[in-house]
């Protein structure tokens, strides 16, 4: 760095130091516009990932495509059901969970800040105030006599430092702290996916266990009434102690069915109540005894699906972070240049009315800095740089494959249920024919009462089936929509052409996270 060099302000050198600094902090500059063109380490480029032409399980089941809605949005209003739509805002405007993740959006948005600060030079002012006194004494000294001499100090100086990133260290920074932000926001994005839908599985199988009640109880009453039969057959003596005793053993058994369900359902509405944000003691549900039908629901297509989950978009944007900070790590190799400028004004006065004269100083200059050995450290930082780079590649390509893997799972189990549904349907009809066969012969004598009691345990079987495959076919209407990332678009525009592609910036739906605490 230059020497420190200060002229009085009446000096006649002032002025061309001032032209000199002017000159140099102008040729800085420029020197350093044109030497941050460069940027060392990979420029970034996608990674690569074969997706199939085609889902295996998608065959034909899907007939026709539902009402229109944007990728992540109201998706499960398709279902219409007023109770859902009613609840699934509130997942965004007050789980504390997604609130959590908000806040850690917002952290790494602060840190790119962070980063991009280093781009502009540094300025500072420093101001001090001195009083010193030397002689013969002080007047606080006991017993000291003679003159004493105070002298007065007071400068102000005004400086500025700027690190030129010659090497691009500061804009690889940037680059990988920007791709975190944009992790976060699509964790972000995941999370309030992976909340909604679990409200929506929550919701469906609380309306199940309410269907699953309504079934209980009407079998109950349809139990009570044949035991009362039993007993007047009983009393008329065409009826045996036998018949009345399995009777009450087959009406205990369903009262103790309905009552398992009364433990079921409030654990149900208390994790809804946790979701939406509220206590469980301020929180219910009316009973509602009836499912929605099954919704069919667009896969698309495997090469859309990359583009269109969040959590695929996290782990490539974390892949792109990586990247960038292999040009972070091989910039060390380089020098680091610093310039600096100074510029104040200095005086100095005696309280005895000695000389006084102000002083005014500036300094320029730049310095050097450069590692000439540290044991192979930057060498072992470029390799877990690249190393760390390769292991978020394997991360987002393992990911995406099971992306794939969940559509095809969840369109298998759809197709499967479509078809188990049909059959389940068939069954509860013959269960109920066999039923009411059963119970006229009963009545005319013709056969036991055994026959009776197999009768109703199959027709209850197979219609309590039935509602637990209604059940499992909503849970998997749900769980693809999750799998092909929370929504999709008309036929007009397929998901993951044109604006559907993009990765939003900020969805409608994340906006309601910009007041939190309202």
């Known amino acids: 760095m230059s020497p420190l060099k200060i002229f009085p302000l009446h000096s006649s050198q002032w002025r061309p130091a001032i032209n000199l600094l002017e000159s140099r902090q102008a040729l800085i500059l420029g020197v350093g516009l044109l030497l941050s063109a460069c940027a060392v380490g990979p420029d970034y480029e996608r990674p690569k990932v074969e997706s199939p032409a085609q889902f295996k399980e998608n065959k034909g089941w899907v007939q026709a495509a539902p009402h229109a809605v944007s990728a992540q949005g109201a998706w499960w209003t398709i279902f219409g059901d007023e109770t859902l739509n009613a609840l699934e805002p509130k997942v965004v405007q007050a789980n504390q969970s997604l609130r959590a993740s908000y806040y850690a959006y917002q952290q790494a948005l602060a840190l790119t800040d962070v980063a991009r600060a280093a781009e502009y030079p540094t300025v500072g002012v420093a101001v001090s105030s001195t009083r010193t006194s030397f002689g013969g004494g002080t007047a606080t000294t006991v017993g000291t006599t003679g003159p004493s001499t105070v002298v007065e100090g007071k400068s102000v100086a005004f400086s500025a430092s700027w690190v030129p990133d010659f090497w691009g260290k500061v804009r690889r920074q940037v680059e990988s702290n920007e791709a975190n932000a944009e992790a976060s926001h699509d964790n972000l994005l995941a999370a309030q996916l992976s909340l909604q839908t679990t409200l929506a599985q929550t919701y469906f199988q609380i309306r199940q266990v309410d269907s699953q009640m309504a079934l209980a109880q009407s079998t109950v009453s349809a139990y009570e009434k044949f035991l009362q039969l039993t007993q007047n057959r009983y009393v008329a003596g065409v009826a045996t102690k036998a018949d009345v005793a399995q009777a009450q053993s087959q009406l ?4 103790v069915q309905l009552a398992s ?4 359902r409030p654990q149900l509405e208390h994790a809804i109540a946790v979701l939406v944000g509220e206590a469980p003691a301020n929180f219910s549900l ?3 005894p009836s499912l929605p039908p099954p919704q069919a629901i667009p896969a698309g297509l495997p090469s859309q699906l990359l583009l269109r989950r969040p959590d695929l978009g996290a782990s490539e944007r974390q892949v792109a972070a990586a990247n960038a900070l292999i040009g972070v790590a091989k910039s060390a190799y380089f020098p680091s240049l610093t310039l600096s400028a100074q510029r104040g004004w200095t005086s100095s006065s005696t309280f005895s009315n000695l000389i006084s004269a102000p002083n005014a100083f500036w300094s320029v200059g730049p310095s050097l800095a450069e590692t000439l050995f540290e044991g192979g450290l930057r060498r072992a ?3 877990q740089s690249e190393n760390a780079y390769q292991q978020a590649v394997a991360q987002y390509r393992q990911l995406s494959l099971q992306a794939f893997q969940q559509v095809e799972d969840q369109l298998a189990a759809l197709s499967a ?3 188990e549904a049909k059959l389940q349907q068939d069954a509860v009809a013959a269960a109920e024919e066999s039923l009411r066969l059963a119970t006229n012969q009963y009545k005319s004598g013709t056969v036991s009462y055994l026959n009776v009691i197999t009768a109703q345990t199959t027709a209850y079987t197979a219609n309590n089936q039935n509602l637990l495959i209604a059940g499992q076919q909503l849970t998997a209407n ?5 799998a092909l990332g929370g929504g999709w678009e008309d036929e007009a525009q397929p998901a993951g052409s044109g604006d559907g592609a993009k ?5 409608s739906d994340t906006e309601l996270h910009e007041n939190p605490d309202h």
């Open 252 to 255: 205990a058994n369903a009262r």
């Open 261 to 264: 369900f009364n433990v079921q």
């Open 286 to 288: 009316p009973p509602m």
């Open 381 to 383: 930082q470029v390799a």
């Open 417 to 419: 249920l479509f078809e």
């Open 478 to 482: 749900v769980a693809l929509i999750q």
């Open 503 to 507: 990765r939003p910036e900020k969805s």
